[in-house]
């Protein structure tokens, strides 16, 4: 983008079963990570490569990464006037059917599974009368994001701070969301950049990223170590 | 504005043509038509062919289309038609009392009567000119005849046909009239077509109008449009045009408002080589409200251009105007939109917009909005853009595993649904979506092969 490197170090594994929590004050990279591992072209790739179930993940399009089983909820999820949810998540669903082989669901089976997401996750069924995210607040968009995450069922997650924006409550259905989802089949990479989260959704790793690289890796633990430290810790050891 | 008259060659012979071809116009006209005719080319002769420096016409140049030649059917030629040919053809299948005009001509095995409540008069306007010329007297002309528009008076020099619907006081048409203009011919053809509604106060209709060629010619159409709207009508007037590329429609609809109407139209330009839509509104009673709106989709070397006047001359009224556009390849596109609010019109709300998206990099689009607002009590807004597909929009489809072309279609058909939802009758919205959806899989430009 313009001639500006936004990420330089990277080094990430992420095995099925685990929890990643990707931490990193604002503007350190973390979208821009988000963003590429779901295809998104805005970036030009210098050199680096992403393996995903032995594929090179960059040669995909973002399409072909969605059917694979990558999903990104997003940071700022987009308002599409005019598309209807149900149109659009059946689309989706069904493009992923299609994909492994199987048959397209219809109307009826669609929305009988529609209704058990919806129960699992304790949402209201307004949100899937509109059109796309329309006037839907920031709580709302951002349920909707891990509804459509249970409606596919991804093999890697990768939520960019879905925690931001919420109340407690929506903070609470969220994360109770992304924990029922969880199988030992699939894996989650969390980013956000306040602990709070945390609190709901226990990782397994935390990583630090600050100017394009992580700066430090470790156990749930760090995330407590921020918190008390503040971003300064890292900050000061790492700037050039 | 300057204004050049330059006499150029194709008026020149528009005119000799009439001269030439006056007691064929006349005969088994009604002479209330036939008294139109000598003003009518004498202004006609006056303007020309309007080019690029007539500001009304800065973004359409209609001189090339009148430079090629052109056959006319100055008298009605018998023939069939062909339904299954017409239905192969991309025109909506509506439950609707249906008619059809090939090449301007009411066509002879039409039986528009038949289902319509009692009092409706439909069908031909050169039969009910002749017939009834009472239903047609105080209304003939009274719009188009204030118009300046050389297209409108060579239309009116040269009208033979057309359709033409009274609705008695306080009749209610439950289902709509479709009228499905075909244009047919071996040879290139210019058809011209004069076509009336009049609506007493307090009855309700709803028109379909589809243009459709059936053959590759180059087809040039002149169509004059005049609707009443008595006192507590509805009238609601669709149009879907779906033309060859060699094809040039020019058409100009005029719409008078009384007390408390409402007028819902829509145009759907699918497909065409050139097209010009002009479109007015006057409100002359209070509290009568017009909902203008428009979609076009267009590509390769396609043009459109929608121009509306609204004439708000009474007060409590409103008018709300979306036109939005689709280009694609090197496709052209125009809007320009005039709203005058007189002194009188107080309490006026005039509202108009127009999106447009370009899905290339030739694609150009031009949008004119004009506001002259002679009273002090209104509420006015105009808002015009020009853009590409939502990109973020695009990326959040595909990230959820919708392929790219059918994602576009998404946002695309998203784009066109705020005008197509404005339509009233559910069949032809539906009818209308998947017109769309063919329109932008290339289906319709092929059927045009
Ligand atoms: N589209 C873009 N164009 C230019 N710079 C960008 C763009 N997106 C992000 N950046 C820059 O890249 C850096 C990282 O941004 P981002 O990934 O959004 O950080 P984070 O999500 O950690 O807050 C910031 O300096 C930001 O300004
Ligand atoms: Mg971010």
């Known amino acids: 983008m313009e001639g ?13 079963g685990e929890v990643h929590a990707i931490m990193g004050p604002n503007g350190s990279g973390k979208s821009t990570l988000a963003n590429i591992l779901a295809g998104k072209t805005d970036y030009e790739i210098l050199e680096g490569e992403v393996t995903f179930q032995g594929q090179d993940l960059l040669e995909l399009s973002p399409e072909v990464r969605s059917r694979s089983g990558i999903f990104l909820s997003f940071q700022y999820p987009v308002e599409i006037p ?34 058990a997401k919806k129960d699992m996750l304790h949402l209201d069924s307004e949100l899937t ?46 994360a109770e969301g992304v924990n029922a989802l969880k199988t030992p089949e699939n894996a989650t990479i969390l980013v956000t950049h306040y602990q709070r989260l945390l609190d709901y959704i226990v990782p397994d790793f935390v990583h630090v990223l600050y100017n394009g690289r992580i700066v430090k890796s470790g156990g749930k633990e760090l995330a407590f170590e921020l918190e008390e430290k503040g971003y300064d810790w890292i ?5 050039q | ?31 209330i038509l036939n008294r139109m005719r000598e003003v009518s080319i004498k202004r006609f002769a006056q303007t020309g062919i309007p080019g690029f420096k007539n500001e009304d016409y800065k973004y359409t140049n ?47 095995g039409n039986k528009p009567g038949s289902e319509l409540p009692n009092g409706v008069v439909f069908g031909s306007l050169e039969q009910i000119a002749n017939d009834r010329p009472e239903l047609l007297q105080n209304y003939l002309n009274r719009q188009a005849g204030l118009s300046d528009d050389p297209f409108v008076t060579l239309n009116t020099a040269f009208t033979k046909d057309g359709f033409f619907i009274y609705i008695p006081k306080g009749v209610i048409v439950e289902k709509p009239i479709q009228i499905i203009n075909l244009l047919s011919s071996d040879e290139n053809l210019s058809v011209t077509q004069r076509n009336m509604v009049i609506a007493e106060p307090g009855s309700r209709i709803k028109l379909v109008i589809c243009d459709q060629t059936l053959s590759p010619a180059s087809f040039i159409t002149n169509s004059v449009s005049e609707i009443f709207a008595g006192e507590d009508t509805l009238v609601d007037v669709y149009t879907i045009q779906n033309l060859n590329n060699q094809s040039t429609a020019i058409s100009s609809a005029f719409y008078k408002l009384q007390r408390n109407s409402i007028v819902t139209t829509g145009a759907i330009s699918l497909h065409g080589g050139m097209i010009r839509n002009n479109l007015k509104i006057t409100f002359s009673g209070d509290h009568s409200e ?12 396609q043009h459109v251009d929608n121009f509306t006047v609204i004439e708000h001359a009474s007060p409590n009224c409103l008018s709300n105007q979306i036109y939005k556009n689709i280009l694609d390849d090197e496709s052209t596109g125009a809007f320009a939109g005039r709203i005058h609010v007189a002194r009188d019109a107080q309490q006026t709300n005039a509202f108009q917009r127009n999106n447009n998206v370009l899905l290339s990099d030739k694609a150009r689009m031009q949008t004119k909005p004009q506001l002259i607002i002679d009273a002090d009590d209104v509420k006015c807004s105009h808002g015009a853009t020009v853009g ?45 979506d998947e017109l769309i959806e063919k329109r932008l899989n290339g289906e319709i430009t092929r059927g045009h092969i």
Request: proline residues 3%; aromatic residues 8%; without cysteine.
């Open chain 2, 290 to 301: 017009a909902n203008v709106n428009g979609i076009s989709f267009t590509d390769q070397k």
């Open chain 1, 4 to 16: 500006k490197e936004i990420l330089k170090g990277i080094n990430l594994e992420v095995k099925a």
């Open chain 1, 82 to 115: 005019g598309v209807p949810m149900i149109n659009f998540l059946k689309a989706s669903v069904n493009e992923h059917r299609k994909f492994k082989g199987l048959e397209p669901l219809t109307a009826g089976e669609f929305l009988k599974l529609m209704r």
């Open chain 2, 1 to 31: 504005m300057s204004i050049i008259h330059d006499k150029i060659a194709p008026a020149d012979q528009l005119v000799s043509l009439f001269e030439k071809s006056r007691e064929i116009l006349n005969r088994g006209s009604s002479p």
């Open chain 1, 129 to 174: 009368n509109r059109s796309v995210n329309e006037g839907f607040s920031g709580g709302e968009k951002k349920k909707n994001e891990i509804f459509q995450m249970a409606m596919l069922e991804p093999k890697l997650a990768i939520l960019d701070e879905t925690d931001s924006g919420l109340d407690i409550d929506a903070l609470r259905i969220v």
């Open chain 1, 235 to 239: 900050k000061n050891g790492n700037d």
């Open chain 2, 62 to 108: 209609l001189k090339p289309a009148f430079e090629k030649s052109y056959s006319q059917e100055l008298v009605r030629e018998s023939g069939l038609i062909n339904l299954n040919e017409v239905y192969s053809r991309n025109i909506p299948e509506l439950d609707a009392h249906l008619v059809f005009i090939v090449n301007g001509w009411f066509y002879s």
């Open chain 2, 388 to 432: 590409q597909i939502d990109k973020d929009a695009l990326f959040f489809l595909r990230s959820r595993g919708i392929g790219e072309k059918e994602a576009r279609m998404m946002l695309m058909n998203a784009f066109a649904h705020e005008v197509i939802q404005k339509i009233s009758i559910q069949s032809l919205r539906d009818r209308i």
